[in-house]
């Protein structure tokens, strides 16, 4: 393991340890149901019963040992998805593997991928069912921003077409007595003084346009959406511009760091004819974001028009042999750092959520994060729909059980609302939570509720068409 992977993962570690505390409950005992209702279609279930005491973690892909390691063994049981032969899981972890529903069981709470995209997760669908999808933003932006300044001087000189030609020459024998004729006709540009337009300032559109920077490049950025941290992070000779087309007009080099968005509104096609008719004829694109963001017959017809390249890590039908083209596996995150990294960061996101029901990172539930809970309270989640008036009935059971709330947060985000309470179980030996949640679970428009105290991978609850599952 590298220094640098060392110090990840010590830093990863340092944080699982600030909520470890919340595994000691010390309140009364909790009366709860499990497993009681609504599982006809869990295989092997008295072996999922054996597992309590354990939270479930099943993977797809192989991802990075550092990662999987920050889960403690005393808590988790990590299995790949394959091995645990349809035994359910708490939580998925995956990175490009293209999970169906019907690999998503009834027990799982949530699913993270180590990685920016989501695409490969039916994300609309998981809302509907109460599932928040994680993903990993920032933790690959190095190794992709490393592989868009690789793209940078491939666009600029004749590499590649110079190393394919020298092997050419290597096979007729004729390499040393050709080899200085025949370089004239792989010249280039450098890249000093020329202007680099970055479409898209997040993690790595910042970090490419700091890096052209320090190379004596000129930048100009565009973001509607621009952060302010990201802002900050921007060299102080940048100049940023209100459309992509401005953006794009002057610039010697394009990098396009922006998400693949489909439908109305959206970006699929975004680097089309309308802006494409903007770019200087020796223009060199880098598109290292999603191969769907660029039209490729627009594209086609702008190489085939001028001295223009495109430099991209994703397929293309159209331009993959163009000899204006470069066209590589998509290589952007496939670093061992960028791996550790991403898998670090879903695995604390899955811990912190099951664990104490905090939310970051999540591209379809709303950050959340409650105060870390006292030992001696019991603290329960509610994902609901996000409609009207769904806040005031839900606090109205918990009023009706006589049950103390010492603190909570309600946040929404799109079509799905989340809820956490922290109960104060005092006055007595127990507390008997099981009507209380069958309750709050089959109000109209819950999805799943979860109580959460010392017991790993127990009292979580679903409202699957008005059935309940416990």
Known sequence: MSALALARSRAFASKAAQFKNLRFYTGPTIEY??????????????????????????????????????????????????DAKGRPAHALMLRSHKIQEEEVATSVRCIARCGAGTNNIPVARMTELGIPVFNTPGANANAVKELVLCGLFLGSRRVIDGINHMK????????????????????????????????????????????????????????????????LSLPKTMTLVD?????????DYISLNIPYIKGEGGTHGIIGEAVIRHFK???????????????????????????????SDFPDDLCWDHK???????????????????????????????????????????????????????????????????????????AKHSVNIVQQVN??????????????????????????????????????????FSNPGVGYARNIDGEYHV
């Open 33 to 82: 149901e499990h497993l009681t209702s609504g599982w006809t279609n869990v295989k092997d279930l008295e072996e999922f019963k054996r597992q309590d005491g354990k939270y479930s973690l099943q993977t797809f892909n192989k991802i990075s040992p550092q990662g999987l390691a920050t889960y403690p063994k005393e808590l988790f049981d990590v299995e790949a998805y394959d």
């Open 168 to 231: 050419d020459l290597g096979e007729q024998g004729v390499a040393r007595e050709r080899v200085e004729k025949d370089k004239a006709m792989f010249g280039g540009r450098e890249i000093k003084g020329k202007t680099l337009a970055v479409i898209g300032l997040g993690h790595i559109g910042s970090a490419t346009a700091r890096d052209g920077a320090s190379l004596g490049m000129k930048t100009v950025g565009y973001d509607p959406g621009l952060s302010v941290s990201s802002a």
């Open 243 to 251: 459309s992509i087309s401005s953006a794009v007009a002057n610039a």
């Open 281 to 311: 004829p020796d223009a060199v694109i880098l598109n290292f974001a999603r191969g769907e963001l660029v039209d490729s017959e627009a594209m086609k017809e702008f190489l085939d028009a001028g001295d223009g390249r495109y430099i």
């Open 324 to 398: 204006n083209a470069v066209i590589m596996p998509h290589l952007g995150a496939s670093t061992e750092e960028a791996e550790d990294q991403a898998a670090c960061m879903a695995a604390e996101t899955i811990q912190r959520y099951l664990e104490d029901g905090t939310i970051r990172h999540s591209v379809n539930f709303p950050d959340t994060d409650l105060a870390v809970r006292q030992k001696d309270f019991v603290r329960v989640t509610v994902v609901n729909k996000n409609i009207p008036g769904m806040l005031s009935k839900i606090t109205e059971v918990f």
């Open 411 to 452: 946040h929404s985000k799109g079509d799905v609302a989340y809820n956490v309470i922290d109960l104060d179980p005092a006055g007595g030996d127990s507390i008997d939570l099981k009507d209380l949640q069958k309750e709050v679970t089959m109000l109209e428009g819950v999805l799943s509720s979860r109580i959460l």
